[in-house]
């Protein structure tokens, strides 16, 4: 007999096919057995009739074979940098904000201990984004200063001037 499903021969008797585990569609009819004669014993009585039945022949044992288990491995969830991200996002923050120099300042301080603590974690990921955020940082530190020194000479200049303008003009008054 052979399988409809996947076309493979399968022995008498079973009810599934080996190959792919379909159940046939013909019915499992079990090879006949012989039956086994019964010793008859003398009896006294010779006119009684003796009535013999056949003896129950156990039923074939059905095997099904179990489906294939397969095993699916997770891997284990990597665990996010929480501090990286953050010294990633102040870091931007000190990139934009670098002429208003007291926000630019805290902005600054707080992306270069957090890019730290993210770079120092062990065992986690986003090692990239820390580097990033400090490097963010440190840049944008550097142009706050620049930016604040430059406007601060240019206020003292004009002050400056302003003051001797000022003088000159008592001067003459005077």
Do not use: H
């Amino acid at each position: 007999m052979f399988c409809e499903s996947c076309g493979s021969q399968v022995p008498d008797g079973q009810a599934f096919c080996a190959n792919c585990g379909k159940p046939l569609s013909q019915p499992v009819q079990p090879a006949p057995q012989p039956v086994q004669p019964v010793q008859q014993y003398a009896q006294p009585v010779a006119a009684q009739p003796v009535y013999t039945q056949p003896v129950a022949q156990p039923q074939p044992v059905v095997q099904v074979q179990p489906a294939p288990v397969v095993v699916v491995q997770q891997q284990p969830a990597k665990r996010g940098n929480g501090m990286a991200t953050a010294g990633l996002v102040f870091g931007i923050l000190t990139l934009v904000f670098f002429w208003f120099p007291g926000l630019d300042w805290l902005f600054g301080l707080l992306g270069l201990i957090f890019s730290i603590v993210g770079v120092a974690r062990k065992n986690v990921g986003g090692k990239g984004a820390a580097i990033a955020g400090l490097i963010l940082t440190l840049l944008g530190s550097i142009i706050s200063f620049v930016f604040f020194f430059a406007v601060l000479g240019a206020s003292l200049t004009s002050y400056m001037d302003a003051a001797e303008q000022a003088a000159q003009t008592i001067d003459t008054l005077l």
